[in-house]
């Protein structure tokens, strides 16, 4: 079957296709996204746009004025005939869219109820930012964004040290160990250096406890939420993080965990090392480039190939989604823009696949994907509505 406009150049179309399968994949050498982009301008001067209906021509104009960001695809499982005229030939009934032991339950940790000074925005609800609050060991608290370098060993807390805006370091100094516990409201991203030299980056809506020296024969944190760690080796000290039910043992190495109370399955993708998964009824080992999945409902782990880039792009400032439901989609939005989503109609079918820039205000994720002609959308305030 051919679509309209695939059979002008079949070559330039298909090699288009493969290059840019491979750049959403990460794999795109520097000179093959050169000629990624190169065939993109060719498409973009050469093809003729009369066969083209106006909502196509609109769509590809969209399209390739974003291509110098960054390219993704949007594949949705529903029969959504919209093609683009540069990339009609890469899927079928899809529209290909370029654009840039656990803790006690808790609520969660927004932006307004932990931070109660901020004041209401106007407008759509704008990108997160780099705040969190550090509970010391005596209960007291401190709002990381309020303070300047180093102004927190006037606190009684010397052992602790703003080195920038958005990141905390710990040096092991103090012979006596309390925990702390770093707190990052929704709308917000952390970095934060351990007393071991374990850089670990804090997702919106998370918290982690941690000891401000580890002693004894593990270093054990627990996280509830998302986090990226890059563990400091020690190999007679091994690395734990407790998440959810769920235990990621280490001695050196790179991984992400996702273990957000309100989600069924807490995650570890490893991208270096080896890591062991374990709970109450069983355990695993996984390697560079899978992932763990602990599902709280039938306490299995499955292990599975896992999208690396996917998994870490939110602390590189990025959503990759890769046939993610709607709903889940959402759900990162509320955690990053700080907003409430509801929805008005059956939405559980639709799944997509793209990337998009965090630092874009909500209302660019929210016009792309009603650009699929499958949802629409409201904002009022902080409160966002997608009606079918």
């Not at 400091?232 to 000290?237: E, S």
């Not at 709970?279 to 409902?297: C, M, R, W, Y």
Request: glycine fraction near 6%; charged fraction near 25%; include cysteine.
């Amino acid at each position: 079957m051919c679509v309209r406009g695939c059979c002008r150049r079949p070559y330039s179309m298909n090699e288009f296709a493969d290059l840019y399968r491979k750049f959403l994949e990460g794999q795109c050498t520097e000179e093959e996204k050169e000629r990624l982009l190169a065939l993109q301008n060719q498409m973009d001067f050469e093809d003729d746009d009369s066969q083209l209906t106006p909502e196509e021509r609109a769509i590809k104009l969209e399209t390739f004025s974003r291509i110098n960001k960054t390219l993704t695809t949007r594949r949705l499982r529903r029969k959504l005939w919209y093609y683009l005229a540069a990339a009609s030939v890469l899927l079928l009934a899809c529209a290909l869219w370029l654009f840039n032991d656990q803790p006690p339950a808790r609520p969660p940790v927004t932006a307004n109820t932990i931070m109660n000074t901020d004041t209401v925005q106007s407008g759509p609800p704008k990108p997160g930012g780099q705040a969190a609050i550090l509970t010391l060991g005596d209960g007291s608290q401190v709002r990381l964004d309020k303070v300047q370098a180093g102004d927190l060993t006037s606190k009684g807390a010397s052992f602790v040290q703003k080195v920038t805006n958005g990141h905390l370091v710990y040096n092991n100094h103090e012979a006596a160990v309390t925990f702390n516990t770093i707190t990052v409201p929704r709308g917000n991203l952390f970095r934060l250096t351990l007393p071991d030299g374990t850089e670990v980056w804090l997702n919106a809506d998370t918290r982690l406890v941690f000891p401000t020296r580890f002693t004894g024969p593990e270093r054990l944190v627990e996280l509830q939420g998302e986090a990226y760690f890059e563990v400091a080796k020690n190999k007679t000290m091994p690395f734990r993080v407790k998440a959810n039910g769920t235990m990621v043992e280490v001695l050196g190495t790179h991984f992400n965990v996702s273990a957000y109370p309100d989600e069924q399955q807490v995650k570890t993708t490893l991208l270096e090392g080896s890591v062991k998964l374990s709970n109450h009824f069983t355990k695993a080992v996984i390697k560079p480039g899978q992932e763990g999945s602990l599902d709280q409902n039938s306490h299995k782990i499955k292990v599975a190939k896992a999208r690396g880039l996917e998994a870490i792009a939110w602390k590189d400032g990025y959503f990759i989604f890769h046939d993610e439901s709607l709903v889940n989609i959402m759900k990162r939005a509320e955690r990053w823009y700080d907003v409430d989503v509801e929805f008005q109609g059956d939405v559980t079918g639709y799944q997509f696949g793209g990337s998009l820039s965090k630092y874009q205000d909500i209302s660019e994720l929210l016009h792309i994907i009603e650009l699929t002609k499958t949802v629409h959308y409201k904002i009022e305030g902080r409160r966002i509505t997608i009606m079918k």
